[in-house]
């Protein structure tokens, strides 16, 4: 049974330019929610996916934005990156009816 | 608000030696709790979880944490701590009947390092 999968594992970046990163969540799962992990940081929470809406966000800027698609996949897009945006961007799963979250093994984005 | 406090930055322990790390929370009622252990470069994988009932939750790697509501916290411990447990620890909490709304507040973590 896969678990959460994210893709790209690592990614460069030019500052201003736009990144897209992605996320399966794991099977029979259907509420997504995005982590940002800063070096020697815990995971600061983005926002939350729920039947292809944002339920909950954190306190980002607009500069974030998601997606949710009807086989609850998930993108994180992050638009006019900044160098402190360089972090590991997390995707966290859920069963609605159950509490646990798995984790996936984030993406790690530089911002040069 | 929710908030998480891991007072101890980093600790070093022999291995084989017992270990205790620290796990404050404030919420105004009792909220749901984890401990998750990520290993350099990798996401964060969970140890265990308090929802309700009895307050000593065992986890998995021979973990367990007990959550003192009189004290707001909820501390993990093991007996007896091997090399591979060496990672960062970080304590989470959740609210409650919160509907599809219901992020993980983090505490900044606490990095494990074992001596041989």
């Known amino acids: 049974d896969a678990g959460v999968t994210q893709s790209p594992t690592h990614l460069i970046k030019t500052r201003g330019q736009q990144v897209t990163l992605r996320c399966s969540p794991k099977?029979?799962?259907?509420?997504v929610s995005w982590y940002q992990q800063a070096l020697g940081q815990g995971p600061q929470f983005i926002f939350q996916y729920y039947e292809e809406e944002e339920r909950q966000r954190g306190n980002f800027p607009d500069r974030f934005s998601g997606h949710q698609f009807p086989n609850y996949s998930s993108e994180l897009n992050v638009n006019a990156l900044l160098l402190g945006d360089s972090a590991l961007y997390l995707c966290?799963?859920?069963?609605?009816?159950?509490?646990?979250?798995?984790f996936g093994s984030g993406t790690r984005l530089t911002v040069v | 608000a929710q908030s998480v406090t891991q007072p101890d930055i980093h600790i070093t322990v022999s291995e084989g030696a017992s270990l205790e790390l620290r796990c404050n929370y404030s919420y105004g009622a009792t909220p749901y709790l984890f401990w998750y252990v990520q290993s350099p470069g990798q996401g964060l994988q969970l140890l265990l979880k308090?929802?309700?009932?009895?307050?000593l939750v065992q986890g998995i790697k021979g973990f367990e944490a007990e959550f003192k509501r009189s004290q707001s916290s909820f501390n993990l411990r093991k007996p007896s701590v091997h090399w591979s447990d060496a990672a960062e620890y970080f304590c989470?909490?959740?609210?409650?009947?919160?509907?599809?709304?219901?992020?993980?507040?983090f505490g900044t973590g606490t990095r494990l390092q074992v001596t041989l």
């Open positions: 966290a799963s859920r069963d609605r009816g159950n509490y646990g979250y798995t």
């Open positions: 308090y929802f309700s009932g009895d307050t």
């Open positions: 989470a909490v959740g609210a409650r009947n919160t509907g599809t709304a219901s992020k993980l507040t």
């Open positions: 099977s029979g799962h259907d509420t």
